[in-house]
């Protein structure tokens, strides 16, 4: 989860597509969405596979509770352009002022406010765009932000104090202090999207408009009507609500299955007009369907297993290119620190480093990923260079290492009974197994994982065999990736919901940052992503503290904590696809925010 997802996507899950996960029926004639006929044979359309196992299922360009992916993002961004769209299309990591509706951010010189100015656009009605469709997204996030998933205590919408229009083209948003204004640029106000006001500021589908009024009861009335119309996907292309766009494509189709068909808007008045007409957004349920969909010429721009790549030569002379697309993101499984069994647990530090020290990342990445992957260490991407990262998070301050991962157990009250350690010295003292960790508890510990993916499942025996010989039993079930997510949420320790342990969103599930790797969603208390409910208020300060300062003093600092008191397992962060392009599609680099961006695309 973008992370690398700036701009218009947003912090968010990036579901993969190399991991290989799940089948989809393409010519085997199950409902997958996907297309037996050559596609290459249209230039006016192209056929892009969608991530194995992954199905669109938002299209409200405002992220809710289990729907934060790329995918999900990159789609609503095609129709809805957002305020200021970050992607690294170009090859960097930047403000791409072609596909945003802003044209200028004018911070104040004390750092606490920004004037913006909205560039000459319409929505697709002929309507113009203006600040009070800006105005009407503030009221709405406002108003509702408990209820919104980018939602992290103290940030937007909290750090904005007020939005005043200046006039149509023109506002100015006020801070409640100074700011970092690279973090505020990239991590805040590209959460904003422009929705179109006259049509959607309404509490029914027969009702006037005019309803967020700048009060609360008629804001949350009206979120709550447009999230219900978002529930309805067999509604998409048919409800007149999503039929005024500003962006360079308009909704044909979206399939419960998973296929969405994507027109160029004629009416698109933006920098990224549209070269190609259709664009056809195919499902899969496994990577082996989807690459049997390749070989067999129906899709333009697709992918394979990392574990593949030794077969190159048989995917280039059929007319492709084979380019890795990696990102900007970590990849990890999040320890549910409430659950009610192992919560006790997890809370030790030095479980956690037992934990780590038994996982050898780098054979994981050389092996299973074929070495399509980086070993991750603490919370800032380590593809790519960066002045963010530590040199603690750099050194690995935990390498693989059974005997010491052993050690670490039986020198905190652990016995080794019958292959798997107990506790046997229960208590608060060094020696001891920590507080709430009761006499006779094993250490046993399950995870739920993204199911379908050879690459996963391989990856998760390895990690099972690995911690069997530490003494920690592991084991493993499989869901979907959206059934995941949806199971293995924030919760208390007395709810029923809160039984899960561990939850991993796949191989292909890496967490996708925006272009500054700020840990507010993942890794501060009571963000809207640390599903593990992970709280540690030296963190909190130092995440704090990196959205203020003007050097990376803090964020190295945060690089650092984060790294050695192992909020979660680190694993290995995949490239996010080994892609393979039909030759002579052209026009764009592959972002490494993990976003696609349809109106770049061109056949040569």
Not at 217 to 242: C, E, F, H, M, R
Not at 280 to 288: E, G, I, V, W
Not at 307 to 313: C, G, H, P, R, Y
Not at 350 to 363: F, G, K, L
Request: aromatic share 10%; with cysteine.
């Amino acid at each position: 989860m973008s992370p690398a997802s700036l701009a218009s996507s947003r912090h968010r899950w990036a579901f993969a597509a190399t991991a290989a996960v799940a089948a989809v029926a393409l010519l085997a004639g199950c409902s997958s969405g996907g297309s037996s006929n050559n596609s290459s044979s249209s230039k006016d359309t192209i056929d892009y596979a969608l991530p194995a196992n992954f199905t669109p299922n938002w299209i409200l360009p405002i992220g809710a509770a289990g729907k934060l992916n790329t995918n999900n993002g990159s789609i609503s961004s095609t129709l809805w352009e957002p305020l200021i769209a970050y992607n690294g299309s170009a090859g960097s990591i930047s403000w791409d002022k072609k596909g945003s509706i802003a044209t200028a951010a004018d911070f104040a010189t004390d750092h606490k406010s920004v004037t913006i100015t909205l560039g000459d656009r319409k929505w697709s009605d002929g309507k113009a765009i203006t600040s009070r469709d800006v105005e009407f997204w503030f009221n709405l996030i406002k108003a509702n932000k408990a209820e919104w998933a980018n939602y992290n205590k103290g940030q937007a919408p909290d750090d904005w104090t007020s939005l005043k229009v200046v006039d149509s083209t023109h506002f100015t948003i006020d801070f409640d202090k100074a700011y970092n204004t690279d973090w505020m640029l990239a991590n805040q106000l590209s959460y904003i999207t422009p929705l179109p006001q006259h049509v959607w500021d309404k509490t029914s589908a027969s009702g006037s408009v005019g309803n967020d009024d700048e009060t609360t009861a008629g804001a949350v009335k009206v979120w709550n009507y447009l999230n219900t119309q978002a529930k309805d996907i067999s509604g998409y292309a048919s409800n007149p609500l999503w039929k005024t766009i500003s962006g360079p494509y308009s909704l044909t189709s979206f399939a419960t299955s998973g296929k969405v068909v994507l027109t160029a808007n004629k009416k698109y008045d933006g920098g990224e007009k549209p070269s190609i007409t259709t664009v056809n957004l195919l499902p899969f349920t496994s990577t082996d369907a989807e690459e049997n969909a390749v070989r067999s010429g129906s899709v333009d721009y697709g992918y394979i297993n990392a574990t593949d790549l030794d077969q190159k030569s048989s995917f280039t002379s059929q007319g492709y290119s084979v380019k890795p697309w990696s990102g900007w993101a970590i990849t990890y499984m999040p320890y549910n620190f409430n659950n009610p069994t192992m919560g006790a647990v997890f809370k030790q530090l030095y479980a956690r480093q037992a934990v780590q020290m038994s996982i050898d990342q780098t054979s994981l990445a050389k092996v299973v990923f074929n070495g399509t992957a980086v070993p991750t260490f603490g919370p800032i991407p380590q593809a790519q260079k960066s002045d963010y990262l530590s040199s603690v998070q750099k050194s690995n301050p935990y390498p693989y290492s059974i005997s010491k991962a052993k050690a670490l157990l039986t020198a905190h009250g652990w016995t080794e009974k019958g292959g798997t350690m107990v506790c046997t010295s229960p208590g608060s003292s060094s020696s001891e197994c920590g507080d709430g960790v009761a006499s006779g508890t094993k250490f046993e510990m399950g995870v739920l994982s993204q199911s379908g993916s050879t690459v996963t499942d391989n990856m998760m025996s390895a990690i099972q065999s690995s911690l069997s010989k530490t003494g920690i039993d592991f084991t493993i079930k499989t869901a979907p990736v959206n059934s995941v997510l949806s199971q293995t949420p924030q919760c208390t320790s007395s709810q029923a919901i809160c039984k899960w342990q561990l939850s991993f969103f796949g191989t292909a599930g890496s967490w996708y940052f925006n272009a500054f790797p700020t840990g507010d969603s993942l890794f501060q208390t009571g963000g809207g992503a640390n599903f593990g409910n992970y709280s540690n208020s030296a963190v909190d300060k130092l995440i704090e503290t990196s959205t203020t300062s003007s050097d990376n003093t803090a964020i190295q600092g945060y690089s650092a904590a984060v790294a050695k008191d192992l909020p979660v397992v680190w694993l290995p962060a995949p490239d996010y696809q080994v892609s393979v392009i039909k030759n002579g599609l052209t026009g764009f680099s592959q972002d490494s925010l993990a976003n696609f961006h349809p109106a770049q695309w061109a056949w040569k």
